[in-house]
């Protein structure tokens, strides 16, 4: 049923076969961040490792691969795209299971925590695990795996949808001459298609609202600079990159006058977890009067989560930070602008430490996340409506739910 309802949702926005064998938005010309092939029992992920650089897809058939190499090495990444991963994740480990019941479970708390901010991962697979799990105790496992399926085809439907009226919402603050900073890269490629921040955007600029981004680099992979650059040149937004030390500068001297960027977690409080610099934009943002939005899925929103202190912030390797001074300092010697003798690497691994740094030592932080508090945000808006920060203290899980499928609904019959 799911699967036809997946079909008929594609069908629904026109989407057609792009040159990377992934449907993409006949107007943006931006493919679908993930598929899953149901004949092939086959993830298919759009490869954001190789962004700009290279257009291609990664695949695979092994539970294991879609979470490690998938999701935590960031193949794909952002809160939306990295939860439907998951489910077919999930898909996956299921086909492979023999233990049913045990197994699996300890496949989807595996899976569930190798991206351990972002809301949607951990609640689109235990959306799926209960499923799957109610459906063998009644019926046994191979309607248990076709249940997992039907649950996971339905989360990707549902997220091309909500996406589909998040953009709707988005519109309603978009007007001719906006400026807008953007920061990593809350858009397309962190959902199925068009969501978050860059979603609302792009569609307004192709439909005729004349507006300009300014795009941060966004230290330390940079996903400003590949992959929110590589969308908006894809559908043709003018835009200017800055680098991360450039906010006040950019505001001041560039005319921003909105930011509108994604989300991976929103507490009860309506404190936001996002890629790290989020939260020092709001700060120069408060002192310019720039309005400061949120744009993300209902799914980010965690109420079990009382406040932004208690969301786990994710310490990524640091490689990410060392490894293009790596690069520079061997260019460097290869191209005889050093010595034979000159360092390769700067600072010397030796010298690293994992810890506080005592005398002659030093220490790399590199948390992903930071989190905004409430009182700096204009608003958030989502795929089920536009909220204050102190309005989602008053939302429930089954107020959200039944937004979203009446909104499922009302697609569907329009």
Known sequence: MEKTLLEKVIKKMGLTEGELGLPQHPKTTLPLTLW???????????????????????????????????????????????????????????LSTIDFEEELKKRAYEISHVRPTAAPLSWAVERCLERGLTVYKEAGRREAIEAIREEANYLMAEDLVLNFFLRREGRRILKDGDVIMTHC???????????????????????????????????????????????????????????????????????????????????????????????????VAKFYD?????????????????????????????SEVTQPYTLLGRWLKSNGKTSKDALEEWPPSERIVGREPESGEVRIFNPAFDVTPPELITAIITDIGIFKPEEILNLTDEFMRKKAEERMRKFLEE
Do not use: C
């Open 36 to 94: 899953y092939d149901h004949e092939r029992e086959e993830l298919i992920l759009l490869d954001q490792n190789r962004l700009p650089f290279e257009e291609t897809v990664w695949t695979t058939k092994n539970w294991k691969d879609a979470a490690w190499k998938g999701i935590k090495e960031m193949t794909v990444r952002g809160s939306q795209a990295i939860g439907v991963t998951g489910a077919y994740a999930l898909l996956l480990a299921a």
């Open 185 to 283: 890269n809350g858009g397309s490629l962190s959902s199925t298609l068009m969501g978050h921040a860059l979603g609302m955007i792009e569609e307004a600029y192709v439909e005729g609202v004349e507006l300009k981004v300014v795009a941060k680099e966004t230290r330390p992979r940079s996903q400003g600079y590949r992959l929110t650059v590589w969308e908006l040149l894809r559908t043709g937004v003018p835009t200017t990159i800055v680098t991360d030390n450039m906010i006040s500068i950019a505001m001041e001297k560039l005319g921003v006058n909105k930011v509108i960027v994604g989300v991976d977690r929103v507490a009860r409080d309506g404190s936001v977890a996002n890629k790290v610099g989020t939260s020092d934009i709001a700060k």
């Open 290 to 318: 720039v309005e400061f939005y949120f744009a993300t899925g209902y799914s980010t929103i965690s109420l079990s989560t009382p406040s932004g202190r208690d969301i786990e912030i994710e310490e990524r390797n640091i």
